[in-house]
């Protein structure tokens, strides 16, 4: 029988293999033994889900384990956002929160991420306790499971409609007039995930003109991966090229908690730029102030914008969670990742692909100005950025010689000096230039992913090509 492991956002597995009823409340179990063991179960967990196949099913197993394990349950009414759970997990003061989702995975996944009571993603001890403790439990019935009716007659179940406290908190958050004001029409795309009824409807209660698609349930994704990357958007991409009027094109992935932007012409803006843009706006033109947080694997554009602005920038391992420290510490005003997390001070420490569209939408509203010009104008402040990522599919060889590679590293590469590296989760190689590159072993599969950033696209695709073939060669 596969053990249970939690990766980075929780534990994901596929359908009818390793994630299956029996599984799901093996885990539940063993999530509520961890808030008894630290006596605070009675405060009670939010469970939700985002649109996949068997979510609302999953979710109630759930919460009748939890039910008879005398742990109060807030079961939410539809599929719904991972920042909704976590704002609403913050709101009721709960001890934690279980989501059902694979986030951006194909359908064929569903996956358990946990949230401790302060809202992030939990971190590497909480996990590995609850890891533990399932795995102790395989193939044994550890669980005493209550009725539903029962349960909710009894008021130990009892469900909820999160919407309402987190929209009217987004009003707060973003300037809605100075969108409606500007006259822009928005193009809206949740790639048939849980961001239906919220992105769109903020924005049409404002008044803002929308273009919508792919906004009903659709537990196949429509054939692709629910993720708002370029290459799995390419219908929305023609819709925003095709419509005239449009000027922003916005996306979230299957549970809004990542997001994808294209410019007025359909170009697709990557999420390092994203981030730079929004700190730098956030700074220059609303006028707060604050430090940045981004992983090892994020582009430094951020670290140019904060250097220009006289702020910090912290670096973190791969994994929200760690941003989200910073965020529930109040260190950081913005905090994101290359792949399409983000999140403010003042909102929950995890990410929101939501707030994330919106801050873009009033940012291109206020400053009357493309993305792309955005763009080309914080490139004469603070100089370029180009960015890749490719995984290399590793062999036993490969990944043996590899780990000797990284374990004593040449000290030129291609004819660039390595000026130092950066252990703080794979190797990074810092080269005398200014460019970097970056190796990081995937947890679940034989990939190593591999990061480069250069101040012009010719140097990246030398870059590029030059750490392919560190791993090949």
Same mark, same amino acid.
């Not at 409340?25 to 063993?30: E, G, S, W, Y």
């Not at 769109?200 to 803002?208: S, Y």
């Not at 994330?356 to 010009?373: F, I, W």
């Not at 190797?427 to 005398?432: I, Q, Y």
């Given at each position: 029988m596969a053990q249970?492991?939690f990766g980075?956002?929780?534990?994901?597995?596929?359908?009818?293999e390793?994630?299956?009823?029996?599984?799901v409340?093996?885990?539940?179990?063993?999530i509520?033994?961890?808030?008894?063991?630290?006596?605070?179960?009675?405060?009670?967990?939010?469970?939700?889900?985002?649109?996949?196949?068997?979510g609302?099913?999953?979710?109630?197993?759930?919460?009748?384990?939890?039910?008879?394990a005398?742990?109060?349950?807030?079961?939410?009414?539809?599929?719904?956002p991972?920042?909704v759970?976590?704002?609403?997990?913050l709101r009721?003061?709960?001890?934690g929160?279980?989501?059902?989702?694979?986030?951006h995975?194909p359908?064929?996944?569903?996956g358990?991420k946990f949230?401790?009571?302060?809202g992030?993603?939990?971190?590497?001890?909480t =996990?590995?306790d609850?890891?533990?403790?399932?795995?102790?439990?395989?193939g044994?019935?550890?669980?005493?499971s209550m009725?539903f009716?029962?349960a909710l007659?009894?008021?130990?179940i009892?469900?909820?409609? !999160?919407?309402?406290?987190y929209?009217? =908190?987004?009003?707060?958050?973003i300037d809605?007039?100075?969108?409606?004001d500007?006259g822009i029409?928005?193009?809206?795309?949740?790639l048939?995930?849980?961001?239906r009824g919220?992105?769109?409807?903020?924005?049409?209660?404002?008044?803002?003109?929308?273009?919508?698609?792919n906004?009903h349930?659709?537990?196949?994704?429509?054939?692709?991966?629910?993720?708002?990357?370029?290459?799995?958007?390419?219908?929305?991409?023609?819709?925003?090229?095709?419509?005239g009027s449009?000027r922003l094109?916005?996306?979230?992935?299957?549970d809004?908690?990542?997001y994808?932007?294209?410019?007025?012409?359909?170009t697709?803006?990557?999420p390092?730029?994203?981030l730079?843009l929004l700190?730098d706006y956030?700074?220059?033109?609303?006028?707060?102030?604050?430090?940045?947080?981004?992983?090892?694997?994020?582009?430094?554009?951020?670290d140019?914008?904060?250097?220009?602005?006289?702020q910090?920038v912290?670096?973190? !391992?791969?994994?929200?969670?760690?941003?989200g420290?910073f965020?529930?510490?109040?260190?950081?005003?913005?905090?994101?990742?290359?792949?399409a997390?983000?999140?403010i001070?003042?909102?929950?420490?995890e990410?929101?692909?939501?707030l994330?569209?919106?801050?873009?939408?009033?940012?291109?509203?206020?400053?009357?100005?493309?993305?792309?010009?955005l763009?080309?104008?914080?490139?004469?402040?603070?100089?370029?950025?180009?960015?890749?990522r490719?995984?290399?599919?590793?062999?036993?060889?490969?990944?043996a010689?590899?780990a000797?590679?990284?374990g004593?590293?040449?000290?030129?590469?291609?004819?660039?000096?390595?000026?130092?590296?950066?252990?703080?989760?794979g190797?990074?190689?810092?080269?005398?230039d200014?460019?970097?590159?970056?190796?990081r072993?995937?947890?679940?599969?034989?990939?190593?992913?591999i990061?480069?950033?250069?101040?012009?696209?010719?140097q990246?695709?030398?870059?590029s090509?030059?750490?392919?073939?560190f791993?090949?060669?």
């Open positions: 249970i492991r980075t956002s929780g534990w994901r597995g596929i359908l009818c390793d994630f299956v009823l029996e599984n409340r093996t885990v539940t179990q063993a509520a033994d961890h808030l008894l063991d630290a006596g605070i179960g009675s405060r009670g967990m939010v469970v939700g889900n985002d649109s996949r196949f068997m609302e099913r999953f979710a109630r197993e759930a919460a009748t384990v939890l039910a008879g005398e742990i109060p349950v807030f079961l939410c009414n539809r599929d719904t991972t920042p759970i976590s704002f609403e997990l009721l003061k709960a001890a929160a279980i989501n059902f989702t694979a986030s995975n359908a064929e996944y569903n358990i949230s401790p009571a302060w992030g993603p939990a971190l590497p001890e =996990t590995e609850i890891e533990r403790r399932a795995n102790a439990m395989l044994e019935i550890c669980y005493r009725p009716e029962d007659r009894q008021g130990r009892r469900e909820i409609d !999160p919407r309402s406290y929209c009217e =908190t987004l009003l707060d958050l809605f007039k100075a969108i409606a500007s029409t928005v193009a809206v795309n949740p048939y995930g849980t961001a919220y992105l769109d409807a903020l924005l049409l209660k404002a008044g803002v003109p929308l273009v919508t698609m906004d349930r659709d537990p196949y994704f429509g054939g692709f991966p629910p993720e708002p990357a370029q290459s799995y958007i390419e219908d929305f991409i023609q819709r925003v090229r095709a419509e449009v094109g916005l996306a979230t992935d299957g809004a908690d990542r994808g932007i294209l410019d007025e012409d359909g697709f803006i990557e390092n730029y994203i730079a700190y956030l700074l220059r033109v609303r006028g707060l102030g604050g430090a940045a947080a981004r992983s090892v694997a994020t582009s430094h554009f951020i140019a914008v904060a250097n220009f602005h006289g910090e912290y670096e973190t !391992p791969v994994g929200f969670k760690y941003i420290e965020i529930r510490d109040g260190k950081i005003l913005i905090g994101g990742e290359e792949s997390g983000l999140t001070a003042g909102h929950i420490p990410k929101d692909g939501i994330a569209c919106l801050l873009v939408a009033e940012m291109v509203a206020v400053e009357g100005r493309s993305l792309k010009s763009l080309a104008d914080l490139y004469r402040r603070v100089g370029e950025f180009h960015t890749s490719t995984n290399v599919r590793l062999t036993p060889e490969l990944e010689s590899l000797g590679k990284l004593d590293p040449p000290s030129h590469l291609r004819g660039r000096k390595i000026a130092r590296l950066v252990a703080i989760d190797v990074k190689f810092f080269f005398d200014g460019c970097w590159m970056l190796f072993k995937s947890g679940t599969e034989p990939v190593v992913r990061y480069c950033e250069a101040g012009s696209a010719v990246l695709q030398e870059l090509a030059a750490a392919r073939d791993v090949l060669k």
